[in-house]
């Protein structure tokens, strides 16, 4: 392979089984077409990036299919440092534009036409299911437009020879999350943002003035934006394509708002998806309901329509990094392409970048529509994927408060307790298993203080209305501390047994793992605690074994993003200068490495990667390469606990020696804000799903078990409800003792260091990427369960 003018990025750096993707001689066209969405640029970074260090040529090729078929200056060769700052930059700046000639032959033909002449054959196509369809075509239809160029003496002959087929790689950019294929598309996260952060400004005005307010998202075909948002923020109502309203909505809906005036609920809110219809194919419209309210209820009603709001911004941490992946995988599909393999898309399936065949996945979400068509509602929404199915019963469950004459009592009485340090989405979960629990006929009761208040007997009934608008609420509106039972446990017991409790959810993070351990090996002693205990992780740190993901730490993660953001932009007008920023997680490094991938970082220190004297300055000295050039900023990241001695005040004073006369350095820790602050749509959902999940568990536990005086002794009864790839599983804490490192509070193996290597190569180091986790092409067919969001 040829090399790179820079070492750090050679043909001598790529591991072996990376040597056959070299990209030696290769050109590669990346391209954003139809509606934008935040996260497109960080897709376009990676692709030229990746590109790049593999050694292969990259080029823009600007305003979609029409660039493609006008040339000339629309289609540009990429460098290093054309895609530097735009992790950030919402939109995409290589532009996007509806095209329709190249709907025609004629437009492929000119588009054919300009690729050849720079050499390329690899198209990297960023967009919806139009333009990936579009792309399809043209790649089957490529060698006759070669042979009609060179007919016609546009090309040479030889041309057709040497260019002789189109490699095409897909990633679905679209913020309605509404291809098949993919558990989400690149723009969807950050849409949610801007909806939910409209929806939680919304609910301090109508709690002032007693307004109910119907908010139009965007959706004209799917209802993944209303779905979704109308579970993050307890949304009275929802309109959605795939799941009308049944016949009589209208009164029923009218009486729903009522009650909860009569409950003295000082707002309502309705969320509609802006192609929301009725069973019979009709529109349902904002205003239509707007006036229905005003009519029948007379009350103060407003219309607020997002619009491409939900477009625009900075995109989340989530979309950069899914987009980042995306890109890099993109690469590597073209590289490994052969004439043979068909178009495919890359997408996401729980952690993994799978690659799944384009036109398998375009058919599937034409299906979703042509269901709808049809009305065959109950279909679409199976096709949109077990998780869209999930939601909607979730919600359901959640929004609508069964008459008490028409719920059958359990008999039981279910506790719930926020363990540790606070953490976003807590309440989320706490919200959901309590309104669950009551629709399973459980009395519910509420821990305050952790375990220091259950042993002080600081337990209450708590109610459906009581956690009524929990779901925006940031911190843990329960309480909660780090202590642990171990002191308290003959307290504890008698509490337990005072208040008749059956079961135990605890929501915290080690310290709540930790707990639940405890009480296992304390049933011997107390047969108190001989109930089914489920814990729920929900830690900033993302450090709680038995889970790939935790509550709380998706909001964490954006908090420090959106700071990195700031702090950058704050040198914007300073020449060559580099921060160091500290960020919490204890031993766990999750928030430091994502971080760093997620603000494009240079470096990002933690504890699960020892490093010493020779990295600082292998460091150091790549940023004082990287401020010769036209990138004149660097970003630093450190784990608070990576390393005793290698201090975050140590590595600012020798980058500020080493760096003298080169470049300056600023520090900031940035502490305990990163514990504040409202939920992210993520953990809301999440929170609110995993603890749907572990309540049905809990439910299924305690059925039948009670009249014949059940005592829970095996280890299935204390549980870790945790993401795993992307399904959710009950691990005993038993077992997971063994996988666990007691002494740092993390796991022994952990799923995103895998994921360093991106951060590094994106960042212009030496880096050994292994693609043998890379997503090999597979039917969609054969895992139609495939969906959207998190898992089911």
């Known amino acids: 392979m ?62 979609g299919y029409q660039g493609m078929v006008d040339g000339g ?28 000639v190249f709907r025609n032959r004629e437009g492929r033909l000119k588009a054919a036409c300009n690729l050849v002449r720079l050499g390329i054959t690899n198209l990297c196509v960023i967009g919806g299911d139009g333009s990936l369809t579009g792309a399809n ?180 941490a989530f979309d950069r990094i899914l987009a980042s992946r995306m890109g890099v995988e993109a690469v590597l599909a073209l590289l490994e392409a052969t004439p043979e393999t068909p178009a495919c898309v890359v997408s996401l399936r729980g952690n993994h970048a799978v690659r799944l065949p384009l036109m398998e996945c375009v058919q599937m979400t034409q299906d979703v529509q042509k269901a709808m068509d049809e009305r065959r509602f109950k279909e679409a929404v199976q096709l949109r994927g077990r998780s869209f199915e999930g939601n909607l019963k979730i919600y359901k469950r959640l929004a609508i408060k069964l008459p008490d004459d028409k719920i059958t009592k359990s008999n039981c009485n279910v506790a719930v307790i926020n363990v540790g340090a606070p953490a976003a989405g807590m309440n989320a979960a706490v919200r959901s298993a309590v309104r669950v629990g009551i629709a399973d006929g459980h009395r519910m009761f509420a821990v305050y203080d952790g375990f220091d208040g259950f042993a002080k007997g600081n337990v209450k009934e708590i109610g459906w209305g009581d956690v009524g608008g929990w779901t925006g609420q940031g911190g843990s509106i329960l309480g909660t501390k780090r202590t642990l039972p171990g002191k308290n446990l003959e307290k504890i017991a008698e509490q ?72 950058k932009q704050s040198a914007s007008g300073t020449k060559r200068r580099v921060f160091i920023i500290e960020t919490m997680g204890g031993y766990c490094g999750y928030l430091a490495n994502m971080g760093g991938l997620a603000a494009g970082a240079d470096a990002a220190y933690i504890f699960e990667e020892p490093f010493d004297i020779r990295d600082l300055q292998s460091n150091v000295e790549h940023l004082t390469e990287k401020m010769k050039t036209t990138i004149q900023r660097g970003l630093i990241l450190r784990n608070e606990s990576c390393n005793v001695n290698y201090t975050t005040d140590f590595i600012y004073q020798l980058y500020s020696e080493e760096g003298k006369g080169v470049f300056d350095c600023r520090k900031n820790v940035l502490g305990h804000m990163q514990q504040g602050g409202a939920p992210s749509p993520f953990d809301r959902n999440f929170g609110t799903k995993i603890s749907a999940r572990a309540m049905t568990w809990i439910s299924d536990k305690l059925k039948g078990s009670l009249g014949a005086g059940k005592k829970f002794v095996s280890d299935d009864s204390i549980c870790v409800l945790g993401i795993s790839k992307r399904d959710l599983l009950f691990q005993p804490v038993a077992e997971l003792r063994e996988k666990t490192d007691f002494e740092h509070r993390i796991p022994k193996e952990q799923w995103w260091l895998k994921l360093r290597p991106l951060m590094k190569i994106l960042a212009k180091y030496e880096a050994s990427y292994d693609v043998s986790d890379a997503g090999k092409l597979e039917s969609l067919r054969q895992q139609q369960g495939t969906s959207h969001g998190e898992p089911a």
């Open 496 to 567: 337990i047994r005072s208040h008749s409790i059956n079961a135990l959810l605890i929501i915290g993070g080690f310290e709540a793992f930790h707990a639940a351990a405890m009480m296992g090996e304390a049933r011997n002693s107390h047969e108190e605690f001989c109930i089914p205990v489920c814990v729920l992780p929900a830690t900033i740190s993302n450090g709680v074994p038995g889970t790939d993901l935790s509550i709380g730490s998706d909001t964490s993660l954006n908090v420090i993003v959106q700071t990195c953001d700031r702090i």
């Open 73 to 100: 200056s629309n289609i540009v060769e990429a460098t290093w440092e054309s895609v530097s700052s735009i992790l950030q930059v919402g939109g995409t700046i290589i532009g996007s534009a509806r095209c329709q």
């Open 137 to 316: 075509i043209f790649r089957k239809e490529w060698n006759g437009l070669l042979e009609e160029l060179a007919k016609n003496g546009e090309i040479d002959k030889d041309a057709v020879q040497k260019y002789s087929y189109l490699n095409v790689v897909g990633m679905v950019g679209s913020i309605d999350n509404d291809f098949c294929g993919t558990d989400m598309t690149i723009g969807t996260d950050s849409a949610l943002h801007r909806i939910i952060e409209v929806v939680d400004a919304i609910m301090t005005t109508a709690q002032s003035h007693q307004r109910t307010f119907v908010l139009e998202v965007m959706g004209r075909h799917c209802g993944y934006l209303a779905l979704v948002s109308a579970l993050a923020c307890g949304a009275d109502w929802v309109f959605l394509p795939e799941s009308p309203p049944e016949e009589g909505w209208e009164e029923n809906m009218c009486l729903k708002l009522s009650e909860n005036r009569a409950r003295k609920k000082r707002l309502n809110i309705i969320i509609v998806a802006e192609g929301a219809i009725d069973t019979q194919n009709k529109p349902i419209t904002s205003e239509k309901i707007r006036e229905l309210v005003v009519k029948q209820l007379g009350f103060d009603t407003r219309v607020t329509i997002l619009g491409h709001v939900q477009r625009g911004g900075t995109p989340s």
């Open 2 to 63: 040829k090399k790179t003018d820079d070492p750090a990025i050679s043909s001598t750096s790529l591991p072996r089984y990376l040597e056959h993707l070299s990209g030696d001689g290769k050109a590669i066209g990346v391209l954003t077409s139809g509606g934008d969405a935040q996260g497109m640029n960080a897709a376009v970074r990676a692709v030229v990036r990746m590109g790049i260090y593999v050694g292969a040529k990259v080029f823009f090729i600007y305003e």
